[in-house]
């Protein structure tokens, strides 16, 4: 991702007009590339080095990809710390992290003062709801991205302190590009005592439970989730397949598939949509388990679609 950001960067500058686009309700992506620029001259303004770790506490926003990007630009290393952790834990995460900044929503700035105070590090909050005022002095002119050279490694792959795996979730084989398979990493920053109830291989790689894949040019994509796979018979069911299908036609403004438990078909897939219309699908994946029209469909804190919520409304009958 690294070389894919810088590389994309240093095609953009120099061909703006390309970036008229509108970026949601906000500006164009034009304005989002000089946002991050500003950005990643703050932090080196701030002395954030390449390999240094940049945190991200925060809601999703407008800005909140802005330091991330920003971060890649300068070769620093960003680290998102789930906002909803515990005092406990985000201590815990920011004494393996080490990082001098920490970027953050106005929500979350007392409980990493507190987390700092534990720490008794100097480390840098800057509040979302003052974003402007980190870049005010700094504008998009005259900036060249860092270049990160020799990640050319097949197969496992490295990024800033991580080693990324893709393996095949029944086999436990390292896959090579355009295969999905499991993703696998290690970390310097390999947490101890968080590490109760997750999933760990021989090595020392997190088992992420994310399926994906990545390309000759080591893009990493993530398709789906392995706990929301389901079989109907001996089909697997992958549901962001059959969700980029109905969400495609342009009757569909949302869509969710579930697998609903079947005696003898092991589960059968059903939609909640909140528009749909036909459409042709392989015999495995029609929706035995119906179709339900619906005027929400339940998402987590960070607006992801919350499938294991909706699937427990559906068998509560509930929705």
């Not at 590339?33 to 999703?60: G, Y």
């Amino acid at each position: 991702m690294n070389r894919y950001v810088r590389e994309c960067s240093i095609k953009i500058l120099p061909s703006r007009r390309t970036f008229s686009i509108p970026y949601g309700p906000y500006g164009t992506k034009l304005d989002l590339l000089k946002r991050c620029i500003r950005t990643a001259k703050a932090l080196q303004a701030h002395d954030i080095q390449p390999q240094d770790a940049v945190v991200l506490h925060s809601h999703n926003h407008i800005n909140t990809v802005v330091p991330v990007i920003a971060s890649y630009f300068i070769g620093a290393i960003p680290s998102c710390i789930d906002f909803n952790l515990t005092l406990e834990d985000t201590v815990e995460f920011l004494k393996q992290i080490q990082s001098r900044i920490i970027f953050t929503h106005s929500l979350g700035v007392p409980k990493l003062k507190e987390a700092v105070r534990q720490l008794g590090n100097d480390i840098e909050i800057v509040d979302f709801e003052y974003f402007n005022e980190f870049i005010f002095e700094f504008t998009p002119d005259n900036f060249q991205p860092t270049i990160i050279k020799d990640l050319d490694k097949p197969a496992t792959e490295h990024f800033n302190h991580k080693i990324f795996q893709i393996v095949h979730p029944k086999t436990g084989d390292i896959l090579g590009p355009g295969k999905i398979g499991e993703l696998y990493f290690k970390s310097v920053f390999q947490p101890s005592k968080l590490s109760n109830g997750y999933e760990w291989d021989e090595s020392g790689f997190f088992k992420t439970g994310d399926l994906g894949y990545y390309d000759d040019a080591f893009c990493f994509y993530i398709t789906d989730r392995i706990k929301e796979v389901f079989y109907y018979k001996m089909i697997s069911i992958f549901p962001s397949k059959l969700e980029a299908i109905l969400k495609n036609h342009p009757a569909v403004k949302d869509a969710v598939i579930i697998g609903v438990p079947h005696d003898f078909d092991t589960n059968h897939p059903m939609a909640l949509v909140i528009r749909h219309d036909e459409m042709q699908k392989d015999d495995g994946e029609q929706l035995r388990g119906g179709l339900k029209f619906v005027d929400r469909i339940p998402s987590t804190a960070t607006g992801k679609t919350n499938r294991a919520q909706a699937k427990r409304l559906v068998l509560l009958n509930q929705i």
